[in-house]
């Protein structure tokens, strides 16, 4: 396995639809492993499923990462290096290792059902390999075109005596790994409009790029066996694995597109901080605490893939709602800032600080900021709170203001009154802001100004 000083991690993603929690718990585990490492991090659109494949989906894929902070060092495009993965499998049709077949997915479909009714594990027998010149020739005449397998090297000489044959590898996050060759199906490495499946491009990609360290799910461990014997059949030595935990929603089932995954397009709509998403999405079903961090170099930090769970791990999503409240509220004056002025929003770090432990989301300073500005429409002031507000009204202390304003009338008018606690506070509360919670109220009647303050009361 390979061991360098400098890592050079990738992410895959297929431009078929966009990213989900479980896509970027993927991304974001490469990404930490190369900010912790020095390494470098290559963008890899694997767009060779030119059907369903899109520009649109790729560029949503690339405005998720940034959008998280995974920026790139690299990036290619699959559709753009054809001539690499033909140049591979003329390689290894040379070397004998790669085969026509012309089974229709009906008929292997049949194959297996008779091999599971025998009793028989359900592996493609290589009866291609069997074809003669005349059979092949008349399957082509009936409109038929070949996919390709890749010969595994399960057997010593006869492909028809397969004994099993282990692959050993060391993987990052579960420890020495075999896989037994003969257990699988030779796997198509084709199509039959001559397009290229996952494997071929994955496996050449990753020699040709220098991938040291591959980071992916515990969904393809079994891959790893197979591309580790085309890597080697191709002259090339494997890099470092390293499977992850999977995530899984409330029912149990993984997260996926067509399961209707949280999208990162739609946290991101919904106003979610970035970091919340992201610290939740790559904590979650390791050993260390789910903690709002402040950048990826933080997580980072924290990150180790030797604590990540062997056992599949429950996604919350209301897990990354109580982070992205804890990182508003801890966000200083100058990091919102920029954010507060996009949004017309900025009324200084007081009203910043004010404001702030009350927000689910950022957007929700615009709910604030009318109370400040202009007020509203009118409280509906109780009967029993009326002559209560017109004393609070005489009581205001006269202009300028400190720091202590609110404190000095509030004492004011429990001397005069003998109202306190809820009593006094909430009328106050509901006159000045026409809600019955909300932030702290003396730095908010110091916002609001006397001016504003006396015509609120009645």
């Given amino acids: 396995m390979t061991d360098i000083s400098t890592p050079i991690v990738r992410f895959a993603p297929s431009p078929t639809g966009r990213l989900h929690v479980g896509n970027i718990r993927t ?17 890899r659109m694997d767009d060779t499923d030119t059907e369903r494949s899109t520009s649109e ?4 894929i690339e405005e998720d990462l940034l959008w998280l902070g995974v920026t790139w060092d690299r990036m290619e495009r ?3 290096r054809t001539e690499l993965y033909d140049a591979a499998a003329s390689k290894l049709r040379e070397a004998g290792l790669l085969y026509a077949c012309y089974e229709t997915a009906d008929e292997l479909d049949r194959r297996r059902k008779r091999q599971m009714a025998r009793g028989l594990p359900p592996v493609y027998d290589r009866a291609a390999l069997k074809l003669t010149d005349e059979e092949r020739a008349a399957f082509e005449a009936e409109g038929r075109t070949a996919h390709w397998r890749f010969l595994l090297p399960n057997h010593s000489g006869d492909p028809f005596e397969t ?11 579960r420890g020495d790994q075999t896989v037994d060759l003969a257990s699988m199906s030779d796997p198509v490495l084709v199509r039959g409009d001559g397009t290229y499946l996952y494997t071929l491009p994955s496996v050449v990609d ?9 980071i992916r799910g515990a969904d393809h461990i079994a891959n790893t066996g197979v591309q580790i014997a085309v890597m080697e059949a191709l002259g090339g030595n494997a890099p470092t694995f390293g499977h992850h935990n999977l995530l899984q929603d409330a029912s149990g089932e993984g997260l996926s597109k067509r399961k209707g995954a949280l999208s990162i397009a739609s946290l991101r709509e919904s106003g979610l901080e970035p970091m919340a998403v ?8 390791t050993s260390a605490d789910v903690e709002a961090l402040s950048s990826l170099t933080a997580l ?45 929003c900025d009324e200084g770090h007081v009203f910043w600080e004010t404001v702030r432990a009350n927000m689910t989301v950022l957007n929700d300073v615009s709910d604030w900021v009318p109370i400040i500005r202009e007020g509203f429409d009118g409280a509906i002031i109780d009967d029993d709170d009326r002559d209560f507000l017109i004393t609070a009204a005489k009581a205001l202390p006269a202009a300028p203001w400190g720091d202590d304003v609110w404190k000095e009338w509030t004492t004011a008018l429990k001397q005069e009154t003998g109202r306190k606690g809820r009593g006094l506070f909430m009328p106050l509360r509901k006159v000045l802001t026409g809600l019955e919670h909300g932030p702290e109220l003396a ?6 100004g006397r001016e504003e303050t006396l015509r609120r009361l009645p």
């Fill in 443 to 448: 730095p908010l009647l110091s916002l609001i």
């Fill in 163 to 173: 004994k099993r044959t282990e692959v050993h590898f060391p993987d990052l996050m």
């Fill in 300 to 344: 980072a930090d924290v990150f180790d893939p030797s604590t990540v769970s062997k056992s599949n791990s429950r996604f919350e999503p209301r897990e990354i709602s109580a982070l992205n409240e804890q990182i508003l509220h801890q966000m200083p004056y100058a990091d919102a800032q920029p954010r507060l002025q996009a949004l017309g």
């Fill in 27 to 43: 991304a974001l585990f490469n990404k930490l492993f190369a900010l912790k490492h020095g390494g470098n991090f290559v963008l």
């Fill in 78 to 80: 699959q559709s753009d």
């Fill in 206 to 214: 990753d020699l040709d790029m220098g991938v040291t360290h591959v």
């Fill in 278 to 285: 992201a610290s939740v999405a790559a904590l979650t079903g």
């Fill in 57 to 60: 989906f790729a560029k949503g």
